[in-house]
């Protein structure tokens, strides 16, 4: 089960709807829609695939309802416009029209979903998103670290792949205790940090995939089934070409709307 505005799947902006209503969505899907008036309107996201920080802010942005023009870049050949905006050098970045700009995905996810029309959309129970925010702290401090080791031990020869899974386990452990009394991390819906910590969850099962896909964290595999399986997830993830300055045919498309059933 997941959240209300989810099963919705609605769109929260009235741009959205009259963009909709003119543009059929199968169009707006796989063509680019990109015009000078849609850069101007709508925010800027800088995103790369596969990085799960910005996977965690294309799926806040998603079921937020959001618009955004998204430019798919490569880490080794950042665009110029990108680290004008953010010398940071990291994805995701969000460039708002009026030259604000975004560069943690937190506060990307925060912003997306403070300005959806259900602002308590993800938030799950009162009082439950600091203690959602812990969890996704503890993440991206110790996970994340565990996680780059275990995945690029090559690089860090100091120990064994295993020691290194093994750390990593002590979070997967956590998250096992969180999904005994419901479907997802917090609840039975989806919620934030199930968002935020998915994409790393991902990445963590692929490194060794037959091994993960025997161990003992039951729980953690069956929720990560369900959120790869989700629309939003899958539609978070679809390929895009790399956004080039230079290059006339444009390659940003709107990530929104959504349409039918996210789950
Ligand atoms: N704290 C940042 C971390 C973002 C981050 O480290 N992104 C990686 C990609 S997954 C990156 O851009 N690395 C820069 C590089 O590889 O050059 C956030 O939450 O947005």
């Known amino acids: ?3 209300r505005g989810l099963r919705r799947g609605r769109l929260s902006k009235a741009s959205a709807v009259v963009l909709r209503r003119v543009v059929p969505w199968t169009i707006m899907q796989y063509r680019s829609v990109s015009s000078t008036v849609s850069r101007m ?8 695939r596969r990085c799960p920080y ?6 806040a942005l998603l079921i937020a309802g959001q618009m955004v023009v998204v430019r798919e870049v490569l880490l080794r050949e950042k665009p110029c416009a990108m680290l004008t905006a953010s010398s940071k050098g990291t994805v995701p970045v969000l460039v708002m029209p009026d030259g604000g700009v975004l560069e943690e995905s937190i506060d990307i996810m925060h912003w997306a979903l403070r300005n959806a029309d259900d602002p308590a959309l993800l938030s799950g129970r ?6 959602q925010q812990a969890l996704v702290d503890r993440n991206d401090r110790e996970f994340k670290h565990w996680l780059d080791r275990y995945k690029y031990h090559v690089r860090f020869p100091q120990a064994e792949q295993l020691y290194y899974r093994r750390q990593a386990e002590t979070f997967l452990q956590l998250l096992e205790s969180h999904l005994c009394s419901h ?3 917090f609840a039975d819906e989806m919620l934030f940090a199930d968002v935020a910590l998915m994409p790393f969850v991902r990445q ?4 060794e995939p037959q091994w993960f896909d025997q161990c003992d964290y039951n729980r953690v595999r069956g929720w990560l089934n369900r959120l790869t399986s989700t629309a939003v997830f899958k539609r978070a993830m679809k390929k895009q070409i790399v956004w080039d300055a230079d290059n006339s045919a444009e390659t940003q498309f709107l990530l929104n709307p959504l349409s039918g059933s996210m789950s």
């Open 204 to 207: 963590f099962a692929a490194v």
């Open 41 to 48: 309107m709508h925010p800027v996201l800088y995103s790369f």
């Open 183 to 185: 479907r997802f991390l």
């Open 54 to 59: 910005a996977i965690r802010t294309r799926m």
């Open 126 to 131: 009162a009082g439950s998103m600091t203690v």
């Open 1 to 3: 089960m997941i959240s």
